[in-house]
């Protein structure tokens, strides 16, 4: 399975289980979007990944860790 930006959810299960260390909530966009395109499934356009996916991206993993 390929990643892409808009597979969101799919994203923040990926990083919780690859970072568990890693408190969601204050994690810079700069990080979260390294974390992204370094995903092993992840075949995007990295220049794509914006502060509004960004954004839910981040929500998503905060409700993943909860």
């Known amino acids: 399975m390929s990643l892409k930006w808009a597979d ?24 979260l979007h390294r974390w992204v395109v370094g995903l092993a499934d ?5 220049q794509r990944g914006g502060e509004k996916v960004l954004e839910a991206i981040q929500a998503a993993w905060i409700e993943e860790a909860d």
């Open 42 to 46: 992840f075949s995007d356009d990295p």
């Open 8 to 31: 969101v959810l799919e994203i923040a299960i990926q990083l919780a289980e690859q970072k568990p260390e890693v408190d969601p909530r204050f994690v810079n966009f700069v990080d």
